[in-house]
């Protein structure tokens, strides 16, 4: 039960409740659920191009001769790559951060690996440079940092719109989304 | 315990608690509270020019001489108008249409003032017209429907920009919203 307290959302009760059931109901899939879990830990790390989760050295999406690589879309976490390739039909490449900027939590430029960003984008096949990093607060601070680096080598920098979600109603949005979205609207 | 069920999210429960409350604890408020409900119910209608609740034929917004005819803000409800004051600097007009397009519901352009919106821009004040409605399936057949009677007129039709809300994070987004928000990035 103490272990089980490791995965997200799960306390004492939770904890308690799974491990019942695999002890009493399912064993076996206790069992394939440990070893799996074990590989796992030991055999997936990181792209060394794009820094997404992978069990080799290069991911299958950096592998891909197909991606279109004037296009490089940048991520925190490798979830978003998976939500991205499900519900786009975008053919760039990708780029991990693994996080946002937080300089008191110690999480600065190098822990993101952008010195890795950096040079990926000195090879100069990358002419978009698109942010799709949360817009919470250190993400906008993170994408300011990025937007620059792209600057610099004057690749032009996009970013994914912010504004009122499909399908939701203006009074239940928060004031500063809907400020930004009136702010920003679109010729039709 | 029955009438107070006529409140929007107030089921037998809440009701009950709400009618002992009153009845046990606050007599006076609840004294108030009838009363001024009764003269609300009585007293405020709907302004002639713009259809937002109002207690006169025309609304404070629309008797200001200092706000901007030449822009003009379509919502659904008046507590839209309400919000869009609170969070924006916007200084133009509004028109309520009360609802969206809903014909299985009997609901066509007269029940949405679509006429008096016709009348409206007919007068040749409006330049732009700000599409603040509900980015839902209906909401989005009513933008349609009413931009493109702005555009028989050349009037420039703008919508508030839908996407991601600030502080969101990519992950709990649904997919309709984050592939309209890739599709329709912004260069920095």
Known sequence: MEALRCLPCVGPKSAQRM?????ERNREGGR???SVMAQAMEKIGHCQRC???SETDLCRLCINPNRNDAQLCIVETPADVV????????????FVLGGHLSPLDGIGPRELGLDLLDK?????HVQEMI???NPTVEGEATSHYISEMGKERAIQVTRIAHGVPLGGELEYV???TLSHAFADRRVL
Not at 19 to 23: G, Q
Not at 120 to 124: K, R, W
């Open 19 to 23: 491990a019942f059931h695999l002890l």
């Open 32 to 34: 394939r659920l440990a």
């Open 51 to 53: 820094r997404t989760l």
């Open 83 to 94: 939500i991205l390739e499900r519900v786009t039909d975008y053919r760039g490449r990708y």
């Open 120 to 124: 990926l984008l000195s090879e100069g």
């Open 131 to 133: 942010l799709a990093v």
């Open 174 to 176: 928060d004031g500063g």
